[in-house]
């Protein structure tokens, strides 16, 4: 019974910033941890950022590890994605995602609700 709406996704270029957004609602309390995942065309859903409901603990991948930064607001039910020093390898559909459970943070199948996906385009 959670709900997932993100915004904020556009086109830019190479070295500019864009935040995203992903508005939660519904029965909120049960969430253990959100993420961040990106599909590229043509290529599989692979981890970006986490970060916990509660204590605020992150992890972030490799790749996006010093540019992007997540957080949370609980008064807004809000989890954002920072993104800065934009690469067009970063060009993706960026999905906002909830799990229940504290592990595998990073694996997009232990995600139970995800959100609609927004775009993001990176020129060169």
């Known amino acids: 019974q959670v709900q997932l709406v993100e915004s904020g996704g556009g086109l830019l270029q190479a070295g500019g910033s864009l935040r995203l957004s992903c508005a939660a609602s519904g029965r909120t309390f049960s969430m253990y941890r959100m993420g961040w995942f990106r599909q590229a065309s043509g290529k599989e859903r692979e981890f970006v950022a986490t970060?916990?409901?509660?204590?605020?603990?992150?992890m972030y991948a490799d790749s996006v590890k010093g540019r992007f930064t997540i957080s949370k607001d609980n008064a807004k039910n809000t989890v954002y994605l920072q993104m800065n020093s934009l690469k067009p390898e970063d060009t993706a559909v960026y999905y906002c995602a909830a799990k229940g459970t504290p592990g595998l943070g990073n694996v997009p199948n232990a995600y139970k609700v995800w959100g609609q996906g927004t775009q993001v385009t990176v020129s060169s």
């Open positions: 970060i916990t409901w509660g204590a605020g603990s992150t």
